[in-house]
């Protein structure tokens, strides 16, 4: 029942790219205003719903509505063009199986080209129905839309208390520009009451602010250009003239595009095109008697989807690449991902050592790193004094860099090793073999590292071997041009030894200054940075080990309720822990060295959503000094009156922020711990100064978690876990 009601609200939904239930139910309502358009209407939904899923269309697809938007769409009409007869019924039938046909059709071209079908099949199937109609003498057309005057009569002679109500707004005394617009959006569904356009409207801004803004926008650009043009502006709500430009700016401002200021301006821009073009379309088809409704707005959205797809440069107007079906979810989640993991890379590449180095020679640094090779990393080691030998450091032996393990940097094969280059004496160069003995390692999908002025007989692994990342491969030497021991590290494209390099950043690694440290995410390290890689613990790493099919149960000490949660995978291979109690869902990555949520759907009040912000990013090695930040989507984590301010500008600017900030506070032992407890906060800012904040701490025992519990507004809530 569950999945039939949501299909049928859905498909009322679509039409402005929503699965909005509230949003579903004003449309489905204001249909009814007018009661055998709201039985048409709902009747094509249910009828194309059903065929769909007897012949065995995707049940995802019918459940969100994607055919029964163009089904509602095509039954307002025939309800609205013809009489009810038994011929009508007949008809009927036929129009929507003609309709579901050229929807799956269309869905199978559109898609392999990345473009939504949007109301193409709705038109498709008019024009089909409307030209074979009319050589039907059993079909006939209804006069109510041709004499106004017959039409209110007969609302009138019926339940004339429910027609007064409908039509209580018609001579309110609301500029000429509002009133088309809520004609425009009541027209959408074949409706004229003002009423029914205010409920839309209404319903439309509490689905989404920055819909409804474009919804505006989209009209009062069409507004603006008819006017400027010289145009009939009280065409706009005949025959969905209006709705195409609405439809154009909810689709192009925030559903296909991040919705910024550039998709609105786009929208802006493109109305005169689409005024154009309707104009064309309207003069074309009448010919044939027809009229274009939503086929002006379906052409340009899919023209100018394909124009933006086949860019060379994504700038100003970004595609949507997971769809929320909510502007703001988009927005918002786009804007953190993109703060997240701006300089992230799929391919984490990590130090080529153990324990604490100096940055001798960083990014374009005036020695050697030039040019084109002026993208490496040298390293070595180095004392208090930032002296990178003991004793008299005029032997090799005396440079404490020297003759330690160098490893791999990442998952890969040995593609080739130079192993014929003699030491050099200290202060002693060889120009002739620059990059001395050599290790080229290939990280697959065309990523190269280059390790040089490695000691000659020292490697560990041969041509065409897979190591993996962290494995011994050789040790620091000084061959080569290099005057003291050191490690020359190199990314490239290029498998040849002395490529072009890289500009590449490490995905994780400790800085340290003075006696503190802090933990730097997917950066380049700077020349003098003392660096060393994060150190992993057991307890840590298995205790955030949630592998497919883990279960864990949360019992709440206070109340004995227990809350079961599953560690599942979806069809994109993305890991998620569903919570049976709640329904909601949190997916996570967790790469080795950090494990991190990035998303949440469901419920904000669920134990499941505390969680996801208590364990928003967690370092899987302790170090009690250093903090771990991060942002998190204003979408799930705000208050709703700020909220819905946030939302109007959010698009131009945000003037609040949530913040994440984790640190381990109690560890047992530094180097093998076995108890530890993580604490995290997540605070709510706007313009700079807090307005929310809230308290979490997971306590680790025995490799896995012990216990959780989150604190705000002075109340702690306390769950104990039993994995």
């Known amino acids: 029942m569950k999945y039939w009601l949501g299909g049928i609200l859905h498909s009322y939904s679509q039409i402005f790219y929503s699965l909005d239930k509230v949003l579903a139910f004003v449309i489905l309502l204001t249909t009814f205003f007018t009661p055998h358009l709201g039985i048409s209407g709902l009747c094509a939904v249910v009828l194309t719903n059903v065929i769909a899923h007897l012949i065995g269309i995707n049940r995802k697809l019918i459940g969100e509505g994607l055919y029964g938007f163009n089904a509602l769409l095509l039954g307002l009409f025939l309800g609205f063009q013809y009489e009810f007869n038994s011929a009508f019924y007949l008809l009927f039938v036929v129009a929507i199986g003609l309709l579901l046909i050229i929807s799956v059709w269309l869905h199978g071209i559109f898609s392999r080209h990345g ?54 707004c018609d001579e309110l005394d609301l500029p000429v520009s509002i009133v088309i617009y809520f004609k425009t959006l009541a027209g959408t569904f074949f409706q004229s009451s003002v009423l029914a356009g205010m409920l839309i409207a209404g319903a439309l801004l509490y689905f989404s602010r920055i819909a409804f803004s474009l919804s505006v926008l989209g009209f009062a650009s069409a507004y603006f250009f008819y006017s400027a043009f010289g145009a009939d502006v009280n065409q706009l709500d005949v025959n969905l003239v209006g709705s195409n430009f609405i439809f154009m700016a909810i689709g192009i401002g925030c559903f296909y595009i991040i919705p ?17 073009l309707m104009i064309f379309l309207d003069k074309t088809l009448v010919v044939f008697q027809l009229k274009s409704f939503t086929l002006a707005f379906s052409i340009i959205i899919s023209l100018f989807l394909l124009f933006l797809q086949n860019r060379w440069f994504h700038k100003f107007l970004h595609l949507v690449t997971i769809q929320y079906y909510s502007a703001e979810k988009t927005i918002y989640k786009y804007i953190t991902s993109i703060n997240r993991f ?22 374009n640094g005036k020695i050697t790193h030039l040019g084109d090779w002026g993208k490496a990393l040298d390293f070595v080691i180095v004392d208090d004094q930032k002296q990178t030998y003991q004793n008299s450091g005029t032997e090799k032996d005396d440079f404490y860099c020297y003759n330690k393990p160098v490893l791999a940097p990442m998952d890969g094969y040995i593609y080739d090793i130079v192993n014929t280059v003699e030491e050099n004496d200290i202060a002693g160069v060889n120009t002739v073999d620059n990059w001395g003995n050599t290790v080229v390692m290939n990280h697959l999908n065309g990523l190269f590292t280059q390790i040089s002025h490695i000691k000659k007989d020292s490697f560990k692994v041969a041509v065409g071997e897979y190591v993996t990342k962290g494995t011994v491969i050789a040790t620091c030497g000084n061959s080569g041009r290099s005057p003291e021991p050191h490690i020359h590290f190199q990314v490239q494209l290029d498998p040849k030894i002395g490529s072009k390099t890289l500009e590449y950043p490490i995905a994780y690694y400790i800085e340290r200054e003075g006696k503190e440290q802090f933990l730097r995410v997917s950066e380049i390290p700077k020349e003098e940075a003392i660096i060393s890689s994060v150190n992993l613990h057991t307890l840590l790493t298995e205790s955030f080990s949630f592998l497919p099919g883990c279960k864990m149960r949360f019992k709440d000490v206070d109340s004995d309720v227990v809350i079961e949660w599953e560690v599942f995978t979806d069809e994109l291979n993305r890991c998620y822990i569903y919570c049976h109690h709640s329904k909601s869902v949190a997916y996570f990555v967790n790469d080795g060295t950090m494990f991190y949520f990035f998303d949440f759907e469901g419920s904000r009040k669920s134990l499941l959503f ?50 994440y900030t984790s640190t381990y506070v109690r560890v047992d032992n530094i180097h093998d711990p076995a108890i530890a407890t993580l604490e995290s906060k997540v605070e709510a800012k706007f313009l700079g100064s807090r307005f929310r904040k809230i308290k979490f701490e997971i306590d680790l025992l025995n490799k896995t978690i012990h216990q959780f519990s989150y604190t705000h507004n002075g109340i702690k809530k306390t769950y104990v876990c039993e994995k």
């Open 115 to 168: 473009l939504p079908f949007l109301s193409f099949p709705f038109i498709v199937t008019y024009c089909i129905i409307v030209l074979s109609a009319g050589n039907f003498s059993h079909i006939l057309l209804t006069e109510d839309h041709a004499f106004i005057i017959n039409s209110v009569a007969k609302e009138k002679n019926f339940l004339s208390f429910v027609y007064d109500w409908i039509h209580s």
């Open 260 to 276: 910024n200021a550039f998709s609105y301006l786009a929208v802006f821009l493109l109305t005169p095109i689409l005024l154009m």
């Open 342 to 363: 701006k300089n992230a890379h799929l391919a984490k590449v990590g130090l080529p050592f153990w324990g604490e180095w100096f940055v001798s020679q960083g990014y």
């Open 610 to 659: 505390h969680f996801y912000l208590a364990a928003y990013r967690v370092l899987l090695g302790c170090y009690e000094q250093v903090e771990v930040t991060d942002s998190v989507p204003l979408i799930h984590f705000n208050s709703l009156f700020l909220q819905w301010i946030q939302d109007f500008l959010a698009p131009f600017y945000r003037f609040t922020r949530a913040e």
